[in-house]
């Protein structure tokens, strides 16, 4: 494992909330949550390829529930996520691949 990603496992310990807002990036419809928590600075950003969902899915199934359309109006947590809200409404592992400690980089991209 590299750095990175064992940072990153420290992060994601119970109890240990990694808060994120939302941010556009450079890549045309992709969007990088920017972090807002302390000390986890060294974890890449994790990346949202927004084209890539738009594919399958129209924009009522994620706007406004359970996200706001609004850059910085969403407030997520890996917690949040592991317990089933936000991305981790699909990303459970039957909809969509699970958010867990061994799909990091698959979000989380430097």
Same mark, same amino acid.
């Given at each position: 494992?590299?750095? &990175?990603? =064992? *940072?990153? !496992?420290?992060?994601?310990?119970?109890?240990?909330?990694?808060?994120?807002?939302?941010? $556009?990036?450079?890549?045309?419809?992709?969007?990088?949550?920017?972090?807002?928590?302390?000390?986890?600075?060294?974890?890449?950003?994790?990346?949202?390829?927004? &084209?890539? =969902? *738009?594919? !399958?899915?129209?924009?009522?199934?994620?706007?406004?529930?359970?996200?706001?359309?609004? $850059?910085?109006?969403?407030?997520?947590?890996?917690?949040?996520?592991?317990?089933?809200?936000?991305?981790?409404?699909?990303?459970?592992?039957?909809?969509?691949?699970?958010?867990?400690?061994?799909?990091?980089?698959?979000?989380?991209?430097?």
């Amino acid at each position: 494992m590299n750095k &990175s990603l =064992h *940072r990153l !496992a420290i992060g994601l310990l119970p109890g240990v909330a990694v808060l994120l807002s939302l941010a $556009a990036t450079a890549e045309p419809g992709d969007i990088t949550f920017v972090r807002q928590a302390a000390g986890m600075d060294d974890v890449p950003p994790a990346v949202f390829p927004h &084209s890539v =969902h *738009r594919m !399958a899915y129209k924009c009522q199934a994620c706007h406004d529930t359970p996200f706001k359309m609004k $850059a910085g109006e969403n407030l997520v947590t890996m917690d949040e996520i592991q317990e089933g809200q936000w991305c981790g409404a699909c990303h459970d592992g039957k909809t969509a691949f699970i958010s867990n400690l061994s799909t990091c980089a698959r979000c989380h991209k430097e």
